[in-house]
T-cell receptor, first 118, second 110 residues
Framework: DTEVTQTPKHLVMGMTNKKSLKCEQHMGHRAMYWYKQKAKKPPELMFVYSYEKLSINESVPSRFSPECPNSSLLNLHLHALQPEDSALYLC?????????????????FGAGSRLTVL | RKEVEQDPGPFNVPEGATVAFNCTYSNSASQSFFWYRQDCRKEPKLLMSVYSSGNEDGRFTAQLNRASQYISLLIRDSKLSDSATYLCVVTLYTGNQFYFGTGTSLTVIP
């Protein structure tokens, strides 16, 4: 069982819909991430939250809006998406420790939310 | 220049073969190194961390060469179940920036 839980596993939405993806971890990790992954490509970083504050936004369009209500939860609000936004959206977490000993600060992924935009 | 470069393959090898993947990174300040495995339509999962002295886990051996800025993964006695995409991941000192290689596709053939 993954220690990072994502819901829903599958989502189909129209271009005018508003939906949210949710992510939860109880490992005490202080960094949480959203990645987007298209078929046969590596995960592409979207956002990083460190200690509940947005620390990295990789120039993601505003139709994607992240939210970190507390240290265990991470949401991704979706609005007015385009068909090309269809992808696997992966949440991940890590200890987020600067200068960690090699191998100590591991990225743990959730199972992902597979999004289809019609 | 990409932070992390990997040969995308595909690598098609027979069962029992030994196969090696390499990955190069551009930032000499890189702190931590990992190999992840990703099965089709699943999330990436940590295969092993890579330590400076090299490390082994069963049939898998990972090595780090800081001078040449590359890491490697060696799989001995390949099994059908090893078929997957192998992702090289590198982090900086900040601890929350993980850079992914493009992934190397491995298919082990009966």
């Amino acid at each position: 069982d993954t220690e990072v839980t994502q819901t829903p596993k599958h989502l189909v939405m129209g271009m005018t819909n508003k939906k949210s993806l949710k992510c939860e971890q109880h490992m005490g990790h202080r960094a949480m991430y959203w990645y987007k992954q298209k078929a046969k490509k590596p995960p592409e970083l979207m956002f990083v939250y460190s200690y509940e504050k947005l620390s990295i936004n990789e120039s993601v369009p505003s139709r994607f809006s992240p939210e970190c209500p507390n240290s265990s939860l991470l949401n991704l609000h979706l609005h007015a998406l385009q068909p090309e936004d269809s992808a696997l959206y992966l949440c991940a977490s890590s200890q987020g420790i600067a200068g960690a000993i090699s191998g100590a600060n591991v990225l743990t992924f959730g199972a992902g939310s597979r999004l289809t935009v019609l | 220049r990409k932070e992390v470069e990997q040969d995308p393959g595909p690598f098609n090898v027979p069962e029992g073969a030994t196969v090696a993947f390499n990955c190069t990174y551009s930032n000499s300040a890189s702190q931590s190194f990992f190999w992840y495995r990703q099965d089709c339509r699943k999330e990436p999962k940590l295969l092993m961390s890579v330590y400076s002295s090299g490390n082994e886990d069963g049939r898998f051996t990972a090595q780090l060469n800081r001078a040449s800025q590359y890491i490697s993964l060696l799989i001995r006695d390949s099994k059908l179940s090893d078929s997957a995409t192998y992702l090289c991941v590198v982090t900086l000192y900040t601890g929350n920036q993980f850079y992914f290689g493009t992934g190397t596709s491995l298919t082990v053939i009966p």
